[in-house]
């Protein structure tokens, strides 16, 4: 194999970020897989992030099971070099593409996986997995898991004062208590929501408390108030 400067492969990898960030996807990514198909010598660790680059670039064209191929080519070299946060944000990736195909039973394995990864970490993005997590479990089911990380990271958001996230983790849990017919929980969940909204400029997620709340007025019964929530949302 023959050794290329590390310089002039970053140079490659650093066109193929640029052409991500201006919209030009398959170029980014045809210049990413002439990088993989030349008989050089490349960093572990560089070698892992282009494919994690490669796999973004076809997400952006919604090419996921191309994406996820990329992941677990990308696993292998970030297994290497023994980089706990990059090896977890691939498996969290790969665990959210495989959630979009359905495939809810590995997208939780590889979640878990991420996670444990991430357990003695500062890293932010354990929260985000938490949260992935979370609804994975609930979409297969299992509203006592998704509860529990849900209101781990209901904490990490009310400690660090993120009204959004917290706003978004709050209707979430509503989502699970819905789920669970515990209507009246879920009902305090979107209703605290809602006062965090007063302080946002966020109408998507405003609408869908109030739609989630109608749902909720319309399980009850109580049509009158459901049909108010619709209609404000």
Same mark, same amino acid.
């Given at each position: 194999?023959?050794? $290329?400067?590390?310089?002039?492969?970053?140079?490659?990898?650093?066109?193929?970020? @640029?052409?991500?960030?201006?919209?030009?996807?398959?170029?980014? +990514?045809?210049?990413?897989?002439?990088?993989?198909?030349?008989?050089?010598?490349?960093?572990?660790?560089?070698?892992?992030?282009?494919?994690?680059?490669?796999? =973004?670039?076809?997400?952006?064209?919604?090419?996921?099971?191309? #994406? !996820?191929? @990329?992941?677990?080519?990308?696993?292998?070299? =970030?297994?290497?070099?023994?980089?706990?946060?990059?090896?977890?944000?691939?498996?969290?990736? &790969?665990?959210?593409?495989? =959630? +979009?195909?359905?495939?809810? !039973?590995?997208?939780?394995?590889? *979640?878990?996986? /991420?996670?444990?990864?991430?357990? &003695?970490? *500062?890293?932010?993005?354990?929260?985000? $997995?938490?949260?992935?997590?979370?609804?994975?479990? *609930?979409?297969?089911?299992? #509203?006592?898991?998704?509860? %529990?990380?849900?209101?781990?990271?209901?904490?990490?958001?009310?400690?660090? &004062?993120? %009204?959004?996230?917290?706003?978004?983790?709050?209707?979430?849990?509503?989502?699970?208590? @819905?789920?669970?017919?515990?209507?009246?929980?879920?009902?305090?969940?979107? !209703?605290?929501?809602?006062?965090?909204?007063?302080?946002?400029?966020?109408?998507?997620?405003?609408?869908?408390?109030?739609?989630?709340?109608?749902?909720? &007025? =319309?399980?009850?019964? %109580?049509?009158?108030? /459901?049909?108010?929530?619709?209609?404000?949302?």
């Amino acid at each position: 194999m023959e050794n $290329v400067p590390e310089e002039s492969v970053k140079f490659l990898i650093s066109v193929a970020d @640029y052409l991500e960030v201006k919209g030009n996807y398959r170029e980014g +990514l045809d210049l990413l897989n002439k990088l993989f198909g030349m008989k050089i010598k490349i960093d572990d660790t560089l070698k892992a992030g282009a494919y994690l680059n490669a796999a =973004f670039l076809s997400c952006h064209m919604d090419e996921n099971e191309i #994406a !996820e191929k @990329y992941i677990i080519d990308g696993l292998e070299f =970030f297994r290497k070099t023994g980089n706990c946060d990059k090896t977890a944000q691939a498996l969290s990736i &790969n665990s959210m593409i495989l =959630f +979009l195909e359905c495939d809810t !039973e590995n997208a939780i394995k590889y *979640s878990e996986e /991420s996670l444990k990864l991430l357990e &003695n970490s *500062s890293n932010p993005l354990s929260v985000d $997995v938490k949260g992935n997590l979370a609804a994975y479990y *609930s979409g297969s089911g299992n #509203a006592e898991n998704s509860l %529990k990380l849900l209101e781990e990271v209901t904490e990490y958001h009310r400690e660090h &004062n993120n %009204k959004k996230q917290l706003t978004q983790t709050l209707i979430s849990i509503g989502g699970v208590f @819905y789920q669970t017919g515990e209507l009246e929980r879920a009902v305090n969940c979107y !209703e605290e929501g809602l006062a965090l909204l007063e302080d946002l400029n966020d109408q998507y997620t405003l609408a869908v408390t109030l739609y989630n709340l109608g749902n909720v &007025n =319309f399980t009850q019964k %109580k049509y009158s108030e /459901s049909l108010t929530f619709y209609e404000q949302a």
